[in-house]
């Protein structure tokens, strides 16, 4: 790839960095906290290959790794002891001796109808501001921007590209976060009746009774001992659902976020939250290509 010297970025938002959208609390502002794109794994090897080459740094998160399921009520630490226990009926027929992903593929192809680093300002890379209307003669043309927005623009370039085959494939996903921050971190000494729940720094809970869908505590601790974990990473309905509940006043929102993480945790006291925060990604956060 040529190295370009020469460019102009056109910024839709006030922010530079789309997705990569990452929030510090100020009683621990050493620990990232990731509200939208938050990590590049080997099999991302085109991303990888880019930053390395255009020098940008990237930090070890240490290994993340799924430890902990949750379905109806059921805990696990594996998918097939959590089939086993919550979905009975699919321990026989054609789905017995399916696996979580050929579940998945199953689900999606036969029934849905459904047709991913903190930055320097985006100022740094502005041309000038405009208004709503203007015109740019250019050789080449880079276009970053996600399909649900790009159906807004208007024009014959645009209509060929919608027209495109590949770019129909392409389907957004809504996505929603949220994380806390709390006075010390009550997870990694979890005592409950259902389950051994304790939690260490990047292991997952994957519990679906609540739509959390994805509790993840982070590493690394404030000045007075302060622990940050997020408690939710939830896509599809389940984001939904939530950002609905997050357009509420902030009092019902966080009552009812803090409800259903007492529900997954079932026993434990749980104490009272520093501070919540959180980003629904209502039109897109991640998209997928239909086969």
């Known amino acids: 790839m040529k190295k370009e010297t020469n460019v102009c970025l056109f910024e839709k938002d006030s922010r530079f960095g789309g997705r990569d959208y990452d929030v510090r609390f100020s009683r621990a502002p050493n620990i990232a906290i990731s509200l939208g794109a938050w990590r590049v794994d080997k099999k991302h090897k085109k991303v990888m290959d880019l930053a390395r080459r255009v020098k940008i740094p990237m930090l070890e998160m240490g290994h993340v790794k799924a430890v902990l399921f949750e379905a109806r009520g059921f805990y696990a630490s594996n998918l097939q002891s959590l089939k ?12 017995a001796n399916m696996t979580s992903s050929e579940l998945y593929k199953y689900a999606w192809l036969n029934v849905t109808r459904e047709k ?30 996600p ?32 994380a806390a921050i709390y006075s010390y971190p009550w997870w990694e000494n979890v005592t409950s009746s259902h389950y051994n729940l304790t939690m260490k720094p990047f292991e997952i809970f994957r519990s679906g009774a609540t739509c959390l869908v994805g509790t993840m505590p982070y590493s690394g601790r404030g000045p007075q001992g302060e622990a940050v ?49 959180f980003k629904y990604w209502e039109e897109v956060a991640w998209y997928v290509n239909y086969p």
Do not use: M
């Open 84 to 95: 086993e226990q919550a979905f009975a009926t699919l321990l026989s027929g054609p789905f």
């Open 147 to 178: 399909s649900f927005a790009f159906k807004e623009i208007t024009g014959d370039v645009a209509a060929e590209i919608e027209s495109n085959p590949l770019f129909e494939a392409i389907l957004p996903h809504p996505a929603f976060k949220a």
């Open 229 to 277: 974990i997020q408690l939710s990473y939830a896509w599809r309905a389940c984001a939904i659902k939530w950002g609905e509940i997050s357009k509420l006043s902030k009092a019902v929102f966080e009552t009812e976020l803090k409800k259903a993480v007492q529900e997954v945790f079932p026993g434990v006291v749980i104490p009272e939250p520093l501070e919540i925060v």
């Open 116 to 145: 991913a680093l903190e930055v320097p300002s985006y100022r740094d890379f502005l041309c000038q501001q405009f208004g709503n209307n203007f015109t740019v003669s250019t050789k080449k043309l880079i276009i970053a921007v």
